[in-house]
């Protein structure tokens, strides 16, 4: 067995071939739009929203655009099926949306009465003061499952076109420029041949495409890499695990934590905040570029639940619902160098809009899909879609807060590769610094190219949830005789097997001796595979997790 490995030595390449499709024969089954947003997360419903408002407004006042077919793509059976957050939401963009509703309209479940801040061991815990970036004056508690549901009603009300259960498998090409997307063929059997309730993929044009497709998202992927855009920093991820509980002590403050349960080798932390006046939420969320082989974020958040800050919460409670997804966690310098192209622009977290330290992104993805909006609104006036025309997207998000609040913290995630110690030292400079410590032009790994140590020490125990049963939590609708969305590299080693099982939170693989077992309909989307392994590529329309209260 070896001592180590680097996970992208077992990882296939992304096929070009068939995210991209180029010069295919139009035909009459085509579905026309004159702008596609590609998923109904927060960035894509607030997208389609400020352009079906500035479509309406042009019309009222005269200015003659005319009618405007906006679409927007989810690949969940219902509207925020597929979406999980800590939504601890600041709720700027949305009263900007929406001027005219008053506090108690918007869908959030109560405001932040105040923020605690603990470092943890494994028996105890000490309060620290709040780090300012993590300071939640003024903002919400949510669910975002709720407030993407709710975002869809209004754009539905304001003639936007809804594609549920519709998840896009391909971008389309006409020469350089971007003209839609090739949906997923529903109804597959096993073997990918046609099954009785077989429908064809279909094709969305577009005159202008945005992509909101979220955490990894994969035509953001494959449209870099074919335009060969590139970012300062690789892009890194970290895999969250969050559970909704309902109890009788709900706690009166967010609460976030360091330390222990996470080893000093990784990055991350807990969550515990409250829903309401029943309802807990309670996550980890560590760095996928820890060092263990057999590190396992589901069972370290079962774990951290036994802990004395966080029992009292939950005991006499109930679980209701579990869920998991990676998050970006490259800030500034892991953006892509440009953020359109020729009939394309890309907004949200497939892009990488998060700020690690203030641990907020919702509020950026909206943001960015609202500019998007503005540049497609811009564009379809002047009847330009070429990357010179759509290139005002990207000196609006530089000019915008989005920006100057990510470059004060933009080194500050990469600053913990050198040590849970190191890293806090760095992180205070950078603090004092507003980011200018200690400089650009670092050079780091991807997480798939870190190497990960093989641990001989024995597994996690795991006192609370198992895998199979967190999956059935997540009302995971997957059939079992779907073909696999897993492209899992050739000659696994048995120590990569284990890694894999131990990653991923939902129990997709298992080791059995020395070969892997995939159990791809127990997945959930939530990309960590994408990261650090067997490829993922989106199901039939409806599958995966269907999240109501996260």
């Not at 995210?19 to 009459?28: E, G, Q, T």
């Not at 669910?143 to 259960?165: D, T, Y």
């Not at 603090?431 to 670092?442: I, N, V």
Request: proline share 6%; glycine share 10%.
């Amino acid at each position: 067995m070896a001592k180590s490995f680097r996970p992208i030595d077992f990882q296939t390449p992304l096929d070009l071939n068939r995210l991209i499709i180029k010069n295919s024969p139009r035909h009459d089954e085509q579905v026309p739009m004159d702008v596609l947003f590609v998923g109904a997360g927060p960035a894509g419903l607030a997208g389609a929203i400020e352009l079906a408002r500035l479509v309406k407004q042009d019309n009222e006042n005269g200015g003659g655009i005319g009618e405007v077919e906006i679409g927007v793509l989810e690949k969940a059976e219902s509207l925020g099926g597929h979406n999980l957050s800590g939504a601890v939401i600041n709720p700027r963009v949305l009263k900007d949306l929406f001027p005219e509703l008053k506090e108690e309209d918007f869908p959030f479940r109560g405001k932040v009465k105040g923020d605690r801040f603990y470092k943890l061991t494994e028996s105890g815990h000490v309060r620290l003061p709040t780090p300012p970036t993590m300071n939640n004056h003024g903002n919400y508690v949510a669910s975002i499952c709720e407030v993407v549901r709710w975002m869809g009603e209004k754009a539905e009300e304001l003639g936007v076109n809804l594609f549920n259960s519709f998840p896009a498998e391909a971008l389309l090409l006409e020469e350089d420029h971007v003209i839609g997307v090739r949906t997923t063929p529903m109804g597959l059997n096993k073997d990918g041949s046609p099954g009785s309730q077989y429908m064809p993929p279909t094709e969305v044009t577009a005159k202008i495409t945005v992509l909101s497709e979220g955490t990894r998202g994969l035509l953001t992927q494959a449209y870099l890499q074919e335009q060969k855009i590139s970012s300062n920093y690789p892009q890194i991820y970290a895999l969250g695990v969050k559970e909704i509980w309902q109890s009788k002590n709900v706690p009166e403050f967010v609460t976030h934590t360091l330390d222990w349960p996470v080893p000093k080798s990784a990055f991350g932390g807990s969550f515990m905040y409250p829903m309401g006046e029943d309802l807990v939420a309670i996550g980890l969320v560590v760095g996928l570029d820890y060092k263990e082989h057999n590190l396992d974020v589901h069972k370290m958040l079962q774990q951290m639940k036994q802990h004395p800050l966080f029992k009292p919460h939950l005991d006499g409670g109930e679980c209701l619902e579990w869920g998991a997804k990676t998050i970006p966690e490259g800030g500034l310098n892991a953006l892509p160098e440009s953020l359109h192209g020729n009939g394309l622009l890309m907004a949200g977290d497939c892009a990488g809009f998060v700020n690690v330290p203030a641990l907020k992104g919702i509020h950026y993805a909206m943001q960015t899909g609202v500019y998007a909006a503005r540049t497609a609104f811009k564009a379809l006036k002047a009847q330009k879609y070429d990357s010179a025309t759509l290139s005002e997207y990207d000196q609006t998000i530089k000019d915008s807060y989005i920006w100057s609040d990510l470059k004060k913290v933009r080194n500050m995630r990469q600053a913990f590769k050198s040590g849970f110690i190191t890293g806090g030292i760095k992180a205070g400079l950078m603090t004092l610094t507003g980011g200018a410590f200690p400089g650009d032009g670092q050079h780091f790994e991807e997480d798939a190219a870190e190497e990960k140590s093989v641990n001989d020490s024995t597994a996690m125990e795991n006192p609370g949830i198992s895998k199979v049963d967190a999956v059935y939590m997540s009302a995971n609708k997957t059939r079992d005789d779907i073909p696999s969305h897993l492209t899992v590299g050739k000659n696994i080693p048995s120590e990569v097997a284990e890694f894999y099982a131990n990653m991923c939170p939902a129990g997709v693989y298992e080791r059995q001796g020395d070969k892997l077992i995939v159990n791809a309909p127990n997945c959930v989307d939530c990309k960590a595979t994408d990261v650090l392994g067997p490829r993922w590529q989106p199901r039939e329309g409806g599958a995966g997790p269907n999240y109501r209260k996260m």
